[in-house]
């Protein structure tokens, strides 16, 4: 039984610790603050600049609280795994993250 909630809740951790973690944002000539999701918004709908602005706020505050989510998520799953659980768990995530081309290290 312990495996398989182990192994459901690596299932919902993994891709959620990944969205967590997003790749640099790149620009547009339009409004150098708006990174990859507002880009097309700005192209496909035409978006004033007042309207990027709010949109790229939007996408901050919750890539912020994404990040939170994440945090407290990862605080609490460390909590249940052993040591040597959570070391394994750390890994397949740094693998996980390796393959996707994003940087960085998971927090303990």
Do not use: Y
Request: hydrophobic share 40%; glycine share 4%; proline share 4%.
């Amino acid at each position: 039984m312990k495996k398989h909630l182990l192994s459901a809740v690596l299932m919902m951790i993994l891709p959620l610790s990944v969205m967590a973690v997003e790749a640099p944002a790149t620009t547009t000539a339009a409004h150098p603050n708006i990174g990859n999701k507002g880009e097309w918004l700005t192209k496909d709908l035409g978006l004033s600049a007042e309207q990027q602005t709010k949109v790229e706020a939007i996408f901050e505050q919750n890539r912020q609280k994404s990040k939170v989510l994440h945090d407290e998520m990862s605080a609490e799953i460390k909590a249940v795994l052993t040591p040597e659980q959570f070391a394994k768990m750390k890994e397949k995530h740094e693998k996980m993250r390796e393959a996707h081309g994003k940087k960085g290290s998971s927090k303990e």
